[in-house]
């Protein structure tokens, strides 16, 4: 019986060592395998139990071995880089959940270790059979919406981001000897108006690129008051003597070469002030206590289109090129009659020519001039003697003089010393009209800002200003006043600090023309300490100075070019000079160094507007980052703004928290989801279903679901995968140890199969 059992022990040996060989082949064919778990035969011994004849239990030898389990090892594997960001490896617990798409709902989920992960057409991240990872996905808003599903990454491109804010940090050359008046204007075409440039790009609600200039100019400090109110710094304690550094900034768009500030609804310009240390103490819209300023609206002869002066008693000084280049108020053009008697004789007024064959007096010139004034915009007049020929522009159209060889034609027009007496009188106008003849040739109804002004035939010229006038004022103030200078009605603003629109037309326009004004604002009032005085003197200079008191006066002086005379001179026609003045201060300040901007895009792409952007010079709020002004280059240390265009997904990153962030071609960066990880109580007991997968037991116990490197929970490693955690040195011992086993127990068969033929031979 003995031997008998010994031979079945052996043969139990070989049961369980063939089993434990399996296992070690199974581990090294796995070698490679990512995110396999080794496993581990573990053994137990069988014993006999007899009943002795007093009813006692007693053992006997035991009868070999058998497998108790195959034991799944759950160590962690070590770490393969690769270059692919949907490869993940688990560092510590925990498993990925996967669900298969073809199962329909009730098919379960599985688990795996094996993160070799990529996104599929559908934006479903997969495994390599196509098994959907499980986590939690963003709503419309980019928030992350806790309930597990499977993980799709569903945006692929962004919004255009509409730039709000620009932070500046620069350094403005405390040594700069080019150092500028308060009253000069920048010109971002020319380099000597201006100390320093940056340029910074934004965007508006289309994702459509504005560059902008941020220019620089050094104020004088001669050109700025020493009284405040100056910005007040951080501590509150900054007084105007320790103001040392004021430099102006322009801010223009940038586009294919020209610069442009139109867009820009207000302010245009503001200014930085820096203490005595070069710390930058906040910025202002206005200089202080200042707000007088001189403003040319259009555009002189010669660059007169400058800012004359931002304060009291300044003076600025124009200086003509030479006699040619005077401000010319109208064109008078003197025809001497001997040579406009031959046929083919051309005179060319604007855009249209006029011949000796049509019109053989200068009587009948005139009157064709005239009758093609309403849509011309040009009026002639005729002098006593019939050699003078006077032509009005509206504003906005040129009077071009042009002759055929045999006229003479002389062309002369208003002097530096008419401008500066209508300076000083106060002759001002804005908005004509002009009448056809010395009386109004025929009914008329005039229509003056919406009412109604019938005119009878024959009425004079001042009868026609008195009704004018009348019709303006509803019956009473005085508010305009009307005036008549030979053939053309002007309306002037008499209010001091207002401004009116002048609105003309006519019914009948072959008799009186009528011009829509743009604006006629108040007249200087000559009898209060708010003065405009301008001088000539004998070399041609031309002077204007301010004698205000107050704040917030303004002169505008504007022009509008009419062309150019037979000798090339240019000329220009006196429009307007008015005076305004507001009463209030233009200084606005900002103690925290930010200066808001406000946008309307001239392109009209139907962007949103308008639109804000704010300019911090402080961009951390800390001093050791606020821009300053130091002796040394100047120079940007930081420039950053928050706008962006509409961008596409470039690449994704997955954090070891398990958020999926989308990194897209407009540098944008935006969540689109988040792995979950999968814990069991008892790891061990998942039952192997293949394919790197795992499914849920009784003895495993529930998944526990929590964020990577929450709940006791791994880190999820991007461009990574979890290597086998198979011991090949390990497994090749048991591999000869289980060999020499199976051996051993062959021959305890073998040995046992020869003593039982020695006891068989005891009966021979």
Known sequence: MGMLTAMYAGVNGLNVHGKALSSVADNIANVNTHGFKSTRVNFGDLMV??????????????????????????????????????????NGSGFFEVSNPDAGNNAGFFYTRAGQFTMNAEGYMVNPLGYRLRGYNVDGDGNVVQQPTDLRVRVHQTDAIKTENVELSINLDAEDEDEHKASEPIDPTDTATWNYLTPVRTYDTLGVAHDLMTIYQKIDRDSYPAGGPYPTGENNDVSPSDITGIWKVAVYEQEDGTFDNSNIQSPTTYFLHFDTNG??????????????????????????????????????????????????????????????????????????????????????????????????????????????ITLYGNGDSAVNVTTSSSVTATVTGTSLSEVVDAINNGDTANGTIYVTGATVPAATDLYVNGTTVSVAQGTTMGALATQLETA????????????????????????????????????????????????????????????????????????????STGLGATVEIGTNTLGTSQNGADFSTWVQNTYANDGESQNTTHNDSKQPITFLWKDETGAGEPQEITFDYKPTGASASASTQSAGASEVLYLFQDGSTRGTLDSLTISDDGVITGNFSNGTLQILGRIFLAGFADAGSLERNGENLWSKTRDSGQPNINNPNQGGMGKVQSRTLEQSNVDLAEQFVKMINYQRAFQANSRTISTTDQMLNELVNLKR
């Open 279 to 388: 710390h930058l103490v906040g910025t202002t819209t206005g200089l202080p206590d200042s707000g007088d300023s001189y403003e040319s609206k259009n555009a002189f002869a010669d660059g007169l289109n400058t800012l004359v002066s931002e304060r009291a008693g300044e003076i600025f000084n124009y200086t003509a090129a030479g006699a040619d280049q005077e401000f010319v108020s109208s064109v008078e053009v003197v025809i001497d009659p001997a040579t406009w008697d031959a046929s083919g004789d051309t005179f060319g007024v604007g855009s249209t020519t006029y011949t000796y064959d049509n019109f053989a007096t200068t009587s009948e010139l005139v009157g064709a001039i005239n009758g093609n004034a309403s849509t011309s915009g040009i009026w002639a007049d005729l002098a006593s003697g019939g050699t003078t």
């Open 49 to 90: 139990h007899a009943l002795t004849a007093g009813g006692s239990v007693s053992s006997n030898v035991g009868t070999g071995s058998r497998v108790l389990n195959v034991q799944n090892m759950m160590t962690q594997g070590s770490f393969e880089g690769t270059d692919i960001p949907t490869d993940l490896a688990i």
């Open 472 to 547: 303006l004022e509803g019956g009473g103030g005085d508010t305009w006043s009307v005036k008549v200078i030979g053939q053309s009605i002007f309306f002037e603003a008499n209010q001091v600090g207002t401004a009116y629109n002048v609105d003309l037309s006519s019914s009948n326009t072959s008799s009186i023309k009528g011009l829509k004004g743009d604006k006629a604002a108040g007249g200087m009032d000559t009898g209060t300490d708010t003065r405009v005085t301008a001088s000539v003197d004998s070399d041609n200079k031309f002077t204007l100075s301010h004698t």
